[in-house]
């Protein structure tokens, strides 16, 4: 095992053990050491040696060049590239300040960019606001999760574009496609999909806000700090399922301060600092002290800026 291999065995450990729905930890040979996090992101790229599209386009599904931005006179990124691959999961790390909402926000549509290239599959486009970017297939998820408490699970996952018959709401098919896309994506913790999100746990209420993005038809979902204030059960219960969205096909962005979470579930870390990408690297190809350096000094080993 390599050294970044060695570094990432306690964050396996420290994450812990369960079944894919694939089955990976009941099955034979190599699937059966998929047994952890950590060890199924490896086992899915061929092993930590090189990075593999897994059969899809090696296309990035997002691929900003030279993006700046600046608020009045105070730059906030500057000279931003950034990239995230179907099929993969790219971690967005960086200390507080350092343009990860800010970059997130210009992904979004949120806010305009000052300079740059935006290209989406390969094209260039212009995502001029929030619903541009929905038109896009890009999704975020932002931490306050924005869930209507006192509606049931289909009812969030619906609002604001329910399914009618005639004049009447078509309770009968929204309720039967929520069962379908939630059994799609393996969740399994939620119970009656009639349940209201004020009696959900936070792990449930993140995957139903997360779930409702998915059903726009995203092809790229951003989290942001998707297991912030979350029981280590729970965390793991999110993490699976945002591992299986990549699984699938979908570009993730994962916006983390959990080192633990960036590797035991990512497949590239990107690294902001002080509103610069200093690297954007395979999570194999790095060590926890390596990104922590990134992220609090802009270097790290013969990454990052040059000192």
């Given at each position: ?174 309720e039967e496609t929520a069962r379908t896309a939630l059994s799609g ?17 936070g792990g449930q209420r993140q995957i139903v806000a997360i779930a ?96």
């Amino acid at each position: 095992m390599n050294a970044a291999g060695d570094a990432r065995e306690p964050v396996a450990r420290a994450i812990g053990s369960r079944a894919w729905p694939d089955g990976g930890s009941g099955g034979s040979g190599a699937s059966r050491a998929a047994d952890t996090l950590t060890d199924h992101a490896r086992l899915a790229r061929g092993g930590a040696a090189r990075w593999e599209p897994l059969g899809m386009s090696v296309t990035p599904a997002i691929d900003l060049r030279g993006i700046e931005k600046s608020f009045g006179s105070v730059p906030v990124l500057n000279d931003v590239s950034f990239s995230a691959y179907p099929g993969e999961i790219t971690a967005l790390v960086g200390d507080n300040g350092a343009g990860k909402t800010t970059l997130v926000n210009c992904i979004g549509g949120i806010h305009a960019i000052d300079r740059g290239e935006y290209r989406f599959e390969g094209e260039p486009v212009k995502v001029s606001s929030p619903r541009a970017a929905s038109r896009l297939g890009i999704q975020i998820v932002h931490q306050d999760l924005a869930l209507c408490e006192n509606l049931d699970i289909v009812q969030n996952l619906f609002l604001g574009r329910e399914r009618r018959s005639g004049l009447a709401l078509d309770e009968d098919l929204m309720e039967e496609t929520a069962r379908t896309a939630l059994s799609g994506l393996a969740v399994r913790t939620l119970g009656s999909v009639r349940r209201r999100v004020a009696t959900l746990s936070g792990g449930q209420r993140q995957i139903v806000a997360i779930a409702r993005a998915v059903l726009l038809d995203a092809k790229v979902v951003v989290l942001d700090e998707p297991s912030a204030a979350l029981g280590i059960a729970q965390s793991q219960q999110v993490l699976e399922f945002v591992r299986r969205l990549a699984d699938k096909g979908l570009a993730v962005v994962l916006i983390s301060h959990n080192m633990n979470d960036v590797f035991a579930v990512s497949d590239r870390i990107a690294a902001l600092y002080l509103g610069r990408m200093v690297a954007q690297v395979r999570t194999a190809d790095v060590t926890h002290r390596q990104v922590v350096e990134l992220i609090t000094s802009g270097t790290g080993g013969e990454l990052g800026l040059r000192r």
